[in-house]
């Protein structure tokens, strides 16, 4: 709880700093816990009703606890049809897991997201932020065995 | 053969981003040198002369919207619309990446003009790389002294598509949730913190730089006369090339499909592009002559928007990529207002049902009706626009939708 308090501290005095303070928050813990929304409401003066509004707004922000590895993948027209299905089908099978959740170790997460801007080279995961283009699904192992 | 012709990408590949001493000899801070030497009336009046017009979609003079802001305003902000949610779209991100000493210049310029001391970025929060980038590039320009008295910061995104929208950006950049504004007022008038707001795309203020100092004569002159200049333009889907361009706005779709994209995948039949993200409109082969300047493509039921080329093959599925577009903006439509939340949510209901096979001609007849009226009265451009890639697949792919009917 101290620490959300400093964090969110930190961005007290910019102005419309909610949502950057949400962004630091889950930048440290890998999501944002429900009582530094709470606590986010009382240091930057709104409503618990505003400070969940606005967490809840943004699909970046997530409530629960999720892994250490972040796997986002792009499901936009451009993947969809450059087959992001497969490298979904094996992702889910070597993790065991189905998108939206997390390894019982706590070391991967699946998620969905839309375009992230590399459509350059399709299909496109993102891992803990950083795009990997070009996804062939025979590479997926080889991948998650790299995130150590 | 048109050539590519390089304004806001001249530098791309020239110089180190990361270094200032790069940008300033290649010339760059010039065009703000020589914007500060001008009155803030003249130089708005060279910028509308000019008639750059937006590059995020919308179109509208550059010039003009600066004249709107009151002159005797004693607070006013200039903010850099790097959302970039448009599915298929990267060219904002290639702007930046090659070159963010330009866009802090051309916003400079833009802040001059109408006598703003902060600018804001706000930058998506999918491209945390750039955004080190960009506090970088803001850093080495603050510390040389550079920027003067103009102020930049960069806000971060939560990966909300509506907030391309320039009055849910600000929302945003406010702290809110990113729902977009009644208008009028428009930001122009009452934006940020209720205070005049210039809002202009990544692309709009790259172009700066090179207007200024070359005259608005000189860059009317380029591309289509009504749309003028340059457009950055990135290829995805069934090309041989998925490159990034910059070529005049008088440039056809074949010629950036075959001439620079290489042509079809694999030696595969054109059947479709979808022109300027995923909320554009699907053209078929016999109208890719048409040149890619905003009125060319309104006048054949499209949009120029982003700029994105999504090119698919003979093999593809238009009622399954739809489908799927139209759960995207299910789930992005913010909720605000009734015709768009209800609106998308039916249609992906609708396509959802024909793409599994059980779909009836009076289903899309319905869906015909309800999108007219979601063009008419949702609040803002989401909600407009996203009828539009199934109007025009229906309007010239009608029969992939007719086949897979209950029959």
């Known amino acids: 709880m101290e620490e959300y308090k400093q964090i969110l501290n930190n961005y007290k005095d910019l102005p419309g700093g909610l949502l950057e303070a949400y962004h630091a928050v889950q930048r440290e813990y890998n999501y944002l816990p429900e009582e530094a929304v709470r606590e986010a409401a009382a240091v930057f003066s709104v409503s618990a009703s505003q400070a969940f509004g606005t967490a809840t707004f943004y699909s970046y922000l997530k409530f629960d606890k999720r892994g250490r590895y972040i796997i986002r993948i792009c499901e936009s027209a451009p993947c969809h049809i450059a087959g992001v299905a497969e490298v979904i089908a094996v992702l889910e099978r070597e993790l065991g897991i189905k998108m939206g959740e997390t390894t019982a170790d706590g070391k991967f997460t699946l998620e969905f997201t839309e375009c992230v801007g590399q459509c350059q080279a399709t299909p496109v995961i993102t891992i803990n932020g950083v795009p990997y283009t070009d996804i062939k699904p025979a590479q997926v192992p080889e991948m998650l065995a790299q995130c150590r | 053969m048109t050539e590519e012709q390089r304004i806001v990408l001249r530098n791309a590949d020239q110089i180190n981003p990361a270094k200032l001493e790069d940008y300033l000899q290649a010339g760059g801070y010039q065009g703000l040198e020589k914007a500060r030497s001008m009155s803030r009336a003249d130089l708005i009046a060279e910028v509308k002369k000019s008639n750059l017009r937006g590059r995020g979609g919308a179109a509208f003079n550059c010039g003009l919207k600066w004249s709107f802001v009151p002159t005797d305003a004693e607070v006013t902000y200039v903010v850099c619309n790097f959302d970039e949610g448009e599915p298929g779209t990267y060219k904002d991100r290639i702007i930046v990446q090659k070159d963010p000493q330009q866009l ?28 080190e980038l960009l506090n970088l590039a803001i850093d ?50 009452s934006g940020l913190w209720g205070k005049p707001t210039i809002v202009n795309n990544v692309e709009t203020f790259a172009n700066l730089p090179q207007i200024v100092l070359n005259g608005a004569d000189w860059f009317a002159a380029i591309g ?33 499909i075959y001439d620079f994209g290489g042509g079809v995948k694999c030696g595969r039949k054109f059947k479709a592009v979808q022109v300027g993200g995923t909320s554009g409109g699907f053209i078929p082969e016999y109208l890719l002559d048409t040149p890619i300047d905003f009125d060319s493509m309104r006048g054949i039921g499209a949009t120029l928007g982003t700029g994105a080329l999504f090119i698919m093959d003979e093999t593809r599925d238009i009622v399954d990529i739809v489908t799927h577009i139209a759960k995207f903006f299910k789930e992005e439509s913010c909720g605000k207002c009734n015709p768009c939340r209800e609106g998308t949510f039916r249609c992906y209901e609708i396509m959802d049902r024909i793409n599994r096979g059980r779909g009836t001609l009076q289903d899309i007849e319905h869906m015909i009706q309800l999108t007219k009226v979601m063009e008419r009265v949702c609040l803002c451009g989401l909600g407009q626009a996203s009828p539009s890639p199934i109007l025009t697949s229906l309007q010239h792919f009608r029969y992939e939708y007719e086949r897979k009917l209950i029959s």
């Open chain 2, 104 to 131: 802090l210049e051309g916003m400079a310029i833009c802040g001059h003009a109408v006598n703003a001391k902060q600018g804001y970025i706000y930058c998506r929060g999918e491209y945390p790389y750039v955004v």
């Open chain 2, 224 to 256: 289509a006369s009504k749309y003028p200049g340059t457009k950055v333009l990135t290829l995805t889907g069934d090309v041989e090339n998925r490159v990034f361009i910059e070529v005049p706005t008088s440039a056809t779709l074949r010629e950036i």
């Open chain 2, 140 to 189: 080495k320009a603050r510390s040389k002294g550079i920027l003067g008295d103009f102020n930049i910061e960069v806000r971060m995104g939560g990966g909300a598509y509506v907030c391309g929208e320039e009055s849910a950006l600000i929302e945003s950049i406010e702290g809110h949730r990113g729902e977009p504004r009644f208008k009028p007022p428009f930001p122009g008038v």
